[in-house]
């Protein structure tokens, strides 16, 4: 009777499990506010940099460069052009998002040399003076008497013979005129053989305008990390050299001390993936992008999960900790802060090019760079020429070969990323297999064709979740090349 009683009691629980299923998570939303808080400070930076590093009227900020934050993934734009809960004081270079029901009130401030720098939601005015900026020498020549590439004068010259004019233009009317109304490219360069064939921009924008680079910005930091490299001030294989979060009892014993500067070059350090586990606009790096958070902070707050170099997951705090790396290589303070401008942009005529720091001025170079088409067209044709440029070697030829060559850890699934740098996967037969490419968020792409000695620069204003192909680009403009 017992026995039958339990057997009884047994199926009557099996059937509550099959009617009501058990949950180990609460339905309570407990990241609401950290979404009401990151949104808010996207939209700030977004206005403060769309109104004061780009130039551009309120209004195009809110026809398109806040588009991107309608619907259910963001939760929409706070306001509208005519107002709302948003303040802009333009004496002060600052816009400020949020407050009351919209959430937390967030701030952007633009700041000399840099862009617009987030601040934590318990800051104001007073302390806009305590931000990071940069001092910027005033160029000594104008850069429009100066010819391409080092500076902006570019003569009318006929297409080379083994240009296909027309086939150009289709190619360019392609990238404008897209099916998607998602998809909003506002500029296109095209160089063959460092001459430029093609240049184009949408109704608004010219070879002036800067915009955010997103994870392009990954590429220009992975070019940084490898001078130093070059320069033996860091190594591939030898151990980050950071001092974890939180701190343990036996440091030394922590097994995150075996993760390489390769490792993280590869998006292979093993760490807990924060965005990749759609958290990305809710914590982690999100914080230090957009809502006033310490860079450095949250990508050594995380635990192993992983071997290190064994598996690839896409995150923005490997990234940033290879920068980490760079700020302790070069020591960090007024040598960390003028590092990309004195070893790169200078050398190569970036001139319209701004690294973006969080409050504490450390770069956000997993993202926050904005320039021009032109600069990124100067900054692929360094990797098109090998390193070299004007004669001066900028980067090995060996780095070059290492961003191009494929992470061990995509090598099982077509080995489509190298380091900080997109490959051809093995399964893409249509476009040229040496072709490798920055890519950022709302369509941002640098590519480098070496069989076809091209470069192609798109830059794009996209909101759509599936995003431009940048492969389908390479496909179409090889096919002008004769």
Not at 32 to 61: E, I, K, P
Not at 69 to 93: H, M, P, Q, S
Not at 120 to 133: E, K, N, V, Y
Not at 230 to 255: N, Q, S, T, V, Y
């Amino acid at each position: 009777m017992v026995w039958q009683m339990n057997r009884l009691s047994l199926r009557l629980l099996v059937a509550l499990l099959l009617i009501v299923p058990a949950t180990t998570s609460a339905a309570f939303d407990y990241f609401a506010s950290n979404r009401l808080l990151v949104r808010n400070g996207l939209q700030a930076v977004l206005m403060c940099n769309g109104l004061y590093t780009s130039h551009r009227a309120l209004a195009d900020v809110f026809d398109q460069e806040l588009v991107y934050l309608e619907g259910e993934r963001f939760g929409g734009i706070v306001g509208t052009v005519e107002g709302g809960d948003y303040l802009i004081n333009a004496a002060l270079k600052q816009v400020s998002v949020g407050g009351g029901r919209a959430g937390p009130r967030v701030s952007a401030v633009f700041r000399a040399g840099i862009g617009c720098v987030v601040m934590s939601p318990d800051q104001g005015p007073d302390d806009i003076d305590t931000l990071p900026m940069r001092q910027v020498e005033k160029a000594s020549v104008d850069p429009d008497t100066i010819a391409w590439p080092l500076g902006d004068l570019i003569y009318d010259a006929p297409l080379p013979d083994a240009i296909d004019a027309q086939a150009l233009q289709a190619a360019s009317d392609w990238t404008f005129d897209r099916p998607v109304p998602e998809e909003v490219t506002t500029g296109l360069m095209v160089l063959h053989k460092g001459q430029v064939i093609h240049e184009r921009y949408a109704p608004g924008f010219d070879r002036h305008t800067r915009t955010r680079t997103w994870s392009t910005a990954k590429s220009i930091a992975a070019t940084l990390i490898g001078i130093l490299v070059d320069d033996g001030k860091l190594k591939l294989d030898e151990p980050l050299g950071i001092e974890w979060l939180p701190a343990l009892k036996m440091p030394e014993a922590d097994p995150r001390n075996a993760i390489t500067l390769r490792h993280v070059m590869h998006m292979s350090s093993g760490l807990y993936p924060v965005d990749r586990v759609n958290r990305e606009y809710t914590t982690g790096s999100s914080l230090s992008y957009w809502a006033g958070a310490s860079s450095i902070e949250g990508m050594r707050d995380r635990g192993l999960v992983r071997e290190p170099g064994t598996y690839w997951d896409y995150e923005n705090f490997d990234t940033l900790l290879a920068v980490y790396a760079m700020k302790q290589a070069l020591g960090g303070g007024e040598t960390y802060l003028n590092f990309p401008q004195r070893a790169l942009f200078d050398k190569i005529g970036m001139r319209s090019t701004l690294v973006g720091t969080d409050r504490f001025g450390d770069f956000v170079l997993s993202s926050q760079i904005y320039t021009n088409t032109r600069d990124l067209a100067r900054f692929g044709l360094l990797y098109a020429q090998g390193g070299i440029w004007q004669g001066e070697r900028i980067i090995s030829e060996d780095w070059i070969t290492f961003v191009r060559t494929p992470s061990p850890s995509t090598v099982e699934q077509g080995g489509f990323y190298g380091g900080q740098w997109w490959l051809v996967s093995d399964s893409r037969k249509d476009v040229p297999a040496s072709a490798y490419a920055t890519a950022g968020t709302r369509g941002q792409f640098v590519i480098v064709v070496p069989s076809h000695d091209l470069v192609i620069v798109r830059r794009g204003l996209d909101f759509s979740l599936k995003g431009f192909d940048f492969w389908d680009l390479v496909r179409e403009v090889v096919k002008a090349v004769k």
